[in-house]
Protein backbone atom coordinates (compact mmCIF):
# COMPACT_ATOMS: atom_id res chain seq x y z
CA UNK A 1 0.00 0.00 0.00
CA UNK A 2 1.99 3.42 -0.81
CA UNK A 3 1.06 6.41 1.31
CA UNK A 4 0.50 10.15 0.03
CA UNK A 5 3.63 12.39 0.65
CA UNK A 6 0.83 14.82 2.48
CA UNK A 7 0.99 14.91 5.97
CA UNK A 8 -2.16 15.55 8.31
CA UNK A 9 -1.42 18.05 10.58
CA UNK A 10 0.46 17.08 13.96
CA UNK A 11 -2.54 18.60 16.26
CA UNK A 12 -4.67 15.77 14.57
CA UNK A 13 -2.77 12.71 16.25
CA UNK A 14 -3.01 11.87 19.51
CA UNK A 15 0.14 11.34 21.60
CA UNK A 16 -0.49 7.46 21.10
CA UNK A 17 -0.92 7.75 17.45
CA UNK A 18 2.03 9.50 17.51
CA UNK A 19 3.80 6.40 19.13
CA UNK A 20 2.65 3.85 16.76
CA UNK A 21 2.63 5.51 13.58
CA UNK A 22 6.77 6.23 14.33
CA UNK A 23 7.36 2.77 16.03
CA UNK A 24 5.43 1.55 12.75
CA UNK A 25 7.55 3.33 10.63
CA UNK A 26 11.14 1.97 12.58
CA UNK A 27 10.09 -1.22 10.86
CA UNK A 28 11.21 0.35 7.82
CA UNK A 29 13.62 -2.18 5.66
CA UNK A 30 13.11 -5.41 8.17
CA UNK A 31 11.96 -8.47 6.39
CA UNK A 32 10.82 -10.52 9.56
CA UNK A 33 9.81 -9.55 12.65
CA UNK A 34 9.05 -11.30 16.20
CA UNK A 35 6.23 -9.10 17.69
CA UNK A 36 4.80 -8.74 21.06
CA UNK A 37 1.63 -8.23 22.05
CA UNK A 38 0.19 -4.63 22.64
CA UNK A 39 1.77 -1.85 21.66
CA UNK A 40 4.23 -3.85 19.70
CA UNK A 41 1.80 -5.96 17.74
CA UNK A 42 -0.16 -2.72 17.12
CA UNK A 43 3.23 -1.16 15.66
CA UNK A 44 3.74 -4.08 13.52
CA UNK A 45 -0.03 -4.68 12.09
CA UNK A 46 0.20 -1.12 11.01
CA UNK A 47 3.52 -1.07 9.36
CA UNK A 48 2.31 -4.54 7.32
CA UNK A 49 -0.29 -2.56 6.25
CA UNK A 50 1.12 0.93 5.08
CA UNK A 51 4.77 1.16 4.58
CA UNK A 52 5.79 -2.91 4.86
CA UNK A 53 3.42 -4.83 3.18
CA UNK A 54 5.62 -7.69 2.83
CA UNK A 55 6.73 -7.73 6.29
CA UNK A 56 6.57 -11.39 7.95
CA UNK A 57 4.89 -11.34 11.57
CA UNK A 58 5.81 -13.68 13.99
CA UNK A 59 4.19 -14.57 17.19
CA UNK A 60 5.75 -16.49 19.97
CA UNK A 61 2.82 -19.48 19.73
CA UNK A 62 4.51 -20.21 16.41
CA UNK A 63 2.54 -18.15 13.92
CA UNK A 64 5.21 -17.41 11.08
CA UNK A 65 3.53 -14.82 8.21
CA UNK A 66 0.36 -13.98 10.45
CA UNK A 67 -2.01 -11.82 8.67
CA UNK A 68 -4.49 -10.82 11.23
CA UNK A 69 -7.48 -8.91 10.28
CA UNK A 70 -8.01 -7.06 13.48
CA UNK A 71 -5.14 -6.52 16.56
CA UNK A 72 -4.74 -10.19 18.67
CA UNK A 73 -5.83 -10.20 21.91
CA UNK A 74 -3.00 -12.28 22.68
CA UNK A 75 -0.34 -14.70 21.00
CA UNK A 76 -2.62 -17.55 21.53
CA UNK A 77 -5.16 -15.74 19.91
CA UNK A 78 -6.73 -17.78 16.61
CA UNK A 79 -6.64 -15.08 14.54
CA UNK A 80 -3.14 -15.63 14.22
CA UNK A 81 -2.94 -19.40 13.41
CA UNK A 82 -5.46 -18.76 10.79
CA UNK A 83 -4.13 -16.42 8.69
CA UNK A 84 -0.46 -17.25 9.15
CA UNK A 85 1.62 -19.02 6.01
CA UNK A 86 2.61 -21.59 8.68
CA UNK A 87 2.60 -22.57 12.13
CA UNK A 88 5.25 -24.47 13.85
CA UNK A 89 5.84 -25.67 17.64
CA UNK A 90 6.96 -23.40 20.15
CA UNK A 91 10.48 -25.55 20.31
CA UNK A 92 11.16 -25.31 16.72
CA UNK A 93 10.25 -21.42 16.68
CA UNK A 94 12.61 -20.81 19.33
CA UNK A 95 15.06 -23.38 18.98
CA UNK A 96 15.56 -22.83 14.64
CA UNK A 97 13.88 -19.33 13.75
CA UNK A 98 14.66 -16.92 16.69
CA UNK A 99 18.34 -18.52 18.22
CA UNK A 100 19.13 -19.52 14.78
CA UNK A 101 19.28 -16.24 13.95
CA UNK A 102 16.63 -15.87 11.25
CA UNK A 103 14.54 -12.98 12.80
CA UNK A 104 15.64 -9.38 11.94
CA UNK A 105 13.77 -7.38 14.30
CA UNK A 106 12.30 -8.42 17.65
CA UNK A 107 9.78 -5.70 18.98
CA UNK A 108 9.11 -5.23 22.72
CA UNK A 109 7.14 -3.56 24.97
CA UNK A 110 8.31 -2.84 29.27
CA UNK A 111 6.82 -1.95 32.39
CA UNK A 112 9.95 -0.37 33.35
CA UNK A 113 13.27 0.19 30.80
CA UNK A 114 15.97 1.64 32.01
CA UNK A 115 19.17 3.78 30.35
CA UNK A 116 20.48 0.74 28.93
CA UNK A 117 17.68 -0.17 27.02
CA UNK A 118 17.40 -3.55 30.09
CA UNK A 119 13.66 -4.17 30.44
CA UNK A 120 11.35 -5.36 33.41
CA UNK A 121 8.27 -7.46 33.07
CA UNK A 122 8.09 -9.18 36.21
CA UNK A 123 7.50 -7.31 39.32
CA UNK A 124 6.98 -3.66 40.66
CA UNK A 125 8.30 -2.62 43.86
CA UNK A 126 5.24 -1.22 45.84
CA UNK A 127 7.31 -0.20 48.74
CA UNK A 128 8.13 -1.46 52.55
CA UNK A 129 5.37 -3.85 53.89
CA UNK A 130 3.86 -4.68 50.78
CA UNK A 131 3.95 -7.33 48.61
CA UNK A 132 5.50 -6.76 45.17
CA UNK A 133 3.23 -6.16 42.08
CA UNK A 134 3.36 -9.37 39.66
CA UNK A 135 3.58 -8.91 36.24
CA UNK A 136 3.12 -11.06 33.19
CA UNK A 137 6.82 -12.11 33.14
CA UNK A 138 9.51 -12.53 30.52
CA UNK A 139 7.27 -14.96 27.88
CA UNK A 140 10.08 -14.93 25.37
CA UNK A 141 11.21 -11.79 25.33
CA UNK A 142 14.57 -12.85 27.22
CA UNK A 143 15.56 -14.81 23.93
CA UNK A 144 14.11 -12.05 21.32
CA UNK A 145 16.45 -9.81 22.96
CA UNK A 146 19.32 -11.77 22.76
CA UNK A 147 19.04 -13.56 19.23
CA UNK A 148 17.11 -10.85 16.79
CA UNK A 149 19.14 -8.92 15.01
CA UNK A 150 17.78 -5.92 16.29
CA UNK A 151 15.28 -5.02 18.88
CA UNK A 152 12.77 -2.05 18.71
CA UNK A 153 11.36 -1.00 21.95
CA UNK A 154 7.72 0.54 22.54
CA UNK A 155 6.81 2.47 25.68
CA UNK A 156 4.82 4.95 26.77
CA UNK A 157 6.86 8.33 28.45
CA UNK A 158 6.75 8.68 31.83
CA UNK A 159 9.16 8.30 34.86
CA UNK A 160 7.00 5.35 36.06
CA UNK A 161 8.12 3.54 33.13
CA UNK A 162 11.48 5.05 32.50
CA UNK A 163 12.97 4.27 35.36
CA UNK A 164 16.91 5.06 36.81
CA UNK A 165 16.89 1.38 38.49
CA UNK A 166 14.86 -1.23 37.59
CA UNK A 167 12.92 -3.41 40.02
CA UNK A 168 13.95 -6.53 38.58
CA UNK A 169 15.79 -7.02 35.41
CA UNK A 170 13.78 -9.25 33.10
CA UNK A 171 15.03 -8.63 29.71
CA UNK A 172 18.67 -7.60 28.77
CA UNK A 173 19.34 -4.79 26.86
CA UNK A 174 22.61 -3.58 26.82
CA UNK A 175 23.28 -4.25 30.02
CA UNK A 176 25.39 -2.11 31.97
CA UNK A 177 27.78 -0.98 28.72
CA UNK A 178 28.75 -1.50 25.21
CA UNK A 179 30.66 -4.41 26.19
CA UNK A 180 28.17 -6.20 28.35
CA UNK A 181 26.34 -8.02 25.26
CA UNK A 182 29.37 -9.16 23.38
CA UNK A 183 31.08 -10.34 27.13
CA UNK A 184 27.38 -12.12 27.62
CA UNK A 185 27.98 -14.31 23.67
CA UNK A 186 24.39 -12.42 22.81
CA UNK A 187 24.17 -12.31 19.13
CA UNK A 188 21.73 -9.88 18.04
CA UNK A 189 22.58 -6.17 18.53
CA UNK A 190 20.31 -5.10 20.81
CA UNK A 191 17.91 -2.44 21.74
CA UNK A 192 18.17 0.20 18.51
CA UNK A 193 15.44 2.25 19.38
CA UNK A 194 13.16 3.13 21.91
CA UNK A 195 10.00 4.65 20.69
CA UNK A 196 7.66 6.79 23.57
CA UNK A 197 4.40 8.79 22.62
CA UNK A 198 7.24 12.13 23.12
CA UNK A 199 9.85 10.91 20.79
CA UNK A 200 12.54 8.45 19.83
CA UNK A 201 15.63 7.49 22.21
CA UNK A 202 18.73 5.58 20.60
CA UNK A 203 21.67 3.93 22.24
CA UNK A 204 24.94 6.49 22.11
CA UNK A 205 27.56 4.27 20.22
CA UNK A 206 29.96 5.14 22.51
CA UNK A 207 27.99 4.54 25.87
CA UNK A 208 25.34 2.17 24.89
CA UNK A 209 23.09 4.52 27.09
CA UNK A 210 19.86 5.86 25.74
CA UNK A 211 19.85 9.72 24.33
CA UNK A 212 17.05 11.62 22.95
CA UNK A 213 16.82 11.47 19.21
CA UNK A 214 13.76 12.54 18.01
CA UNK A 215 10.96 14.32 19.47
CA UNK A 216 7.72 14.44 17.81
CA UNK A 217 6.10 17.51 17.31
CA UNK A 218 5.03 20.34 19.45
CA UNK A 219 7.27 18.05 22.59
CA UNK A 220 10.20 19.99 24.03
CA UNK A 221 13.16 18.54 25.23
CA UNK A 222 12.46 19.18 28.78
CA UNK A 223 8.93 17.85 29.00
CA UNK A 224 10.97 14.74 28.20
CA UNK A 225 13.62 14.85 30.29
CA UNK A 226 10.70 15.51 32.94
CA UNK A 227 9.36 12.35 32.08
CA UNK A 228 12.40 10.56 32.79
CA UNK A 229 13.46 8.76 35.37
CA UNK A 230 17.52 9.26 34.74
CA UNK A 231 19.23 12.83 33.69
CA UNK A 232 18.70 11.94 30.00
CA UNK A 233 21.27 13.47 27.45
CA UNK A 234 20.55 14.30 24.30
CA UNK A 235 22.03 13.16 21.11
CA UNK A 236 24.38 16.33 18.85
CA UNK A 237 21.62 16.78 16.59
CA UNK A 238 17.91 16.34 17.86
CA UNK A 239 15.40 16.46 15.05
CA UNK A 240 11.94 16.30 14.74
CA UNK A 241 9.61 13.71 13.68
CA UNK A 242 7.39 14.14 10.34
CA UNK A 243 3.65 14.25 10.94
CA UNK A 244 1.28 10.98 10.34
CA UNK A 245 0.07 11.12 6.84
CA UNK A 246 -3.37 10.54 6.68
CA UNK A 247 -3.13 7.21 5.45
CA UNK A 248 -1.43 6.23 8.46
CA UNK A 249 -3.79 7.63 10.78
CA UNK A 250 -6.91 6.03 8.53
CA UNK A 251 -5.37 2.77 8.98
CA UNK A 252 -4.45 2.66 12.16
CA UNK A 253 -7.95 4.24 13.96
CA UNK A 254 -9.60 1.53 11.52
CA UNK A 255 -7.35 -1.31 12.54
CA UNK A 256 -8.00 -0.70 16.61
CA UNK A 257 -11.94 -0.34 15.90
CA UNK A 258 -11.95 -3.89 14.96
CA UNK A 259 -9.63 -4.85 18.00
CA UNK A 260 -11.48 -7.63 19.84
CA UNK A 261 -14.04 -8.46 16.90
CA UNK A 262 -15.20 -11.79 15.92
CA UNK A 263 -13.90 -13.06 12.49
Not at 34 to 41: A, K, Q, R, T, Y
Not at 186 to 201: K, N
Request: charged residues 20%; glycine residues 12%.
Amino acid sequence: MSLPHAATGAAEATPDELMEVNAARALAGARTCFVGIGLPSTAANLARRTTQPGLVLIYESGAIGAKPTRLPLSIGDGELADTADAVVSVPEMFNYWLQGGRIDVGFLGAAQLDRFGNVNTTLIDRGSGRPAGRLPGAGGAPEIAASCGRVLLVVRHSPRHLVDRLDFVTTLGHGSGPDDRARLGLPGRGPVAVITDLGVLRPDPATAELVLAELHPGVTEERVRAATGWPLRAAAHVTTTAPPTAAELATLRDLKSRQGEAR
